[in-house]
């Protein structure tokens, strides 16, 4: 359990967690520029706020090349802001990943309300709104959330929406896709090859990149 003061923004709680560098372990995650990022996601199709289908794609993207770079299933968690969503995110990893043999199984998917009490090495989250805050209007749910991510946390969301609780850039995802299996990079080092992606559809295009050359 961790003590989280209402005023405390999000930066400065990873801080107070981690230690003044507000960093998990000091080495970098394999395939990403950063151990914790915002990933801003336009809207481009929902159902009454509960449903966000380009967040949905953009996550189960991420989880296939987490999957494919060589991160170990039990690592990952998806965590997302309704049950609707959670229901999507298992339905595209179930569709494009099982049946395509990008992946051989399922990570753990709960939504935030349903993931309490529980950690991951590495957290994806689903804010799913983009017109209002929803459960996160309560900012302490937030950050017990992200307190809850061991070694990296990438929130995917309509940052726009969630300004009051994250205002740091990049807002676009970075990923180093020529690293395998390991690391011994620091968080503080950007290597060569890192590169943006800028949607799930960019995402994808990667993805393909990657198999053909596999």
Not at 7 to 17: D, R
Not at 24 to 48: H, M, P, R
Not at 101 to 113: C, D, K, N, Q, Y
Not at 147 to 165: H, N, R, V, W
Request: net charge neutral.
């Amino acid at each position: 359990q961790y003590e989280l003061s209402e005023g405390l923004g999000v930066k400065a709680t990873l801080k107070k967690l981690r230690g003044e560098s507000g960093k998990w372990t000091g080495i970098g995650n394999v395939g990403f520029g950063y151990d914790y990022q915002w990933v801003d996601v336009a809207k481009e199709d929902s159902l009454e706020e509960v449903v966000n289908v380009a967040e949905a794609e953009y996550i189960a993207a991420t989880y296939f090349y987490m999957f494919i770079i060589g991160y170990q299933v039990k690592d990952i968690s998806i965590v997302c802001a309704t049950r609707e969503q959670k229901d999507l995110v298992k339905e595209i990893i179930e569709e494009k990943g099982l049946k395509l043999g990008l992946v051989s199984e399922l990570p753990m998917i709960r939504t935030a309300s349903r993931f309490q009490g529980l950690t991951s090495k590495i957290l994806l989250v689903s804010m799913v709104r983009s017109k209002s805050m929803g459960i996160f209007k309560d900012t302490r749910r937030f950050k017990h959330l992200a307190a809850q991510a061991k070694d990296g946390l990438y929130i995917f969301g309509a940052k726009k929406t969630y300004e009051k609780l994250w205002t740091e850039e990049p807002a676009e995802l970075v990923l180093v896709p020529g690293e395998r299996h390991s690391t011994t990079r620091t968080t503080d080092v950007m290597p060569e090859g890192a590169r943006t992606v800028k949607n799930y559809k960019e995402m994808y295009e990667l993805l393909n990149s990657i198999i053909a050359q596999a």
